[in-house]
């Protein structure tokens, strides 16, 4: 089996999974599971309906070369789970900082996955980032709680656009500052 490498991104352990750079054979399972409106609609970029290509942009867009994100897949296959639990990523921005995001396929919701896979992404901090950020919709308390449990501080209220609600959704803002 030929293994795709994606440069300049680490494959990060956790407790049950591993994060690991984006393949070209998640887009089976990340269509599956961004086809999902709840998904969709706790994200700012997940289209709902997804239209046909939008899996494989995303894939082309996580390993190219120039990208302003890393993502990996929440891989559970090695420890007896799904291939593809959901998806993390750090989006770089200026001055040492990154932005954060998640999601997790509806399936395996409520189990501490995101909890687990935000804490292992800041102990392995890929960005040597001194500030990291993430925001979550307001209407999404579980997601502001990972936060939090996390030792991500609030900061503010704000608003994004989220394509699948085709609406400008309120927001909290959080920050963690690395050590």
Known sequence: ??????PYQPVIPAGRFTLRPV?????GLLRLHTSDRRVAEATRS????????????????AQADGREEDVWILDGAAQGSAEVLGVIGLRRMDRAQSQIGYWIAPAF???GLASEAVEALLEADPHEA???????FQDNTVSARVL???????LGDAEAYSVARAATVPTWTYLRRMA
Do not use: Q
Not at 1 to 6: L, P
């Open 1 to 6: 089996m030929k293994i795709e490498a994606i």
């Open 109 to 111: 919701w409520n189990g």
């Open 130 to 136: 001194r500030t990291i950020f993430a925001e979550v």
């Open 148 to 154: 939090t449990n996390c030792g991500f501080e609030y």
């Open 23 to 27: 393949r070209n054979s998640d887009a």
């Open 46 to 61: 997940i289209p709902h309906p997804l239209p046909p290509g939008a899996t494989e942009a995303f894939i082309a867009r």
